[in-house]
């Protein structure tokens, strides 16, 4: 079925399927390894990469990806209506 199909295009299927599933499945961890599979796949429909390289650029681009969505994410604090919601002592 996919015999024909270019390795650029299995990617961005990949990264539509995993940005999909992220719909479906709780948090927010696949958005960015379905940007990193998008990109990489950008990536080798433009250059003509092998697989070694698609591999390893991918692995770069989920690294960057989870590790910028993890500061942007992590930073954000939501202030709740009531302060002593989840304080015990309280």
């Known amino acids: 079925m996919f015999d024909n199909l270019e390795p650029g295009w299995l990617?961005?299927?990949g990264g539509v399927v995993?940005?999909?599933?992220e719909v479906?499945?709780?948090g927010f961890f696949l958005v960015f390894i379905g940007a990193a599979a998008l990109a990489t796949?950008?990536?080798a429909l433009l250059?003509?990469?092998g697989t070694a390289?698609?591999?390893a650029l991918f692995?770069?681009?989920a690294l960057l990806a989870v590790m910028v969505g993890r500061r942007f994410y992590s930073s954000a604090s939501v202030e709740g209506s009531d302060a002593l919601l989840n304080d015990r002592s309280a």
């Open 18 to 21: 995993l940005l999909i599933a």
């Open 47 to 49: 250059f003509g990469l």
């Open 11 to 13: 990617w961005m299927i």
């Open 41 to 43: 796949g950008a990536f």
């Open 59 to 61: 692995a770069l681009y």
């Open 24 to 26: 479906v499945a709780p």
């Open 53 to 55: 390289a698609q591999l």
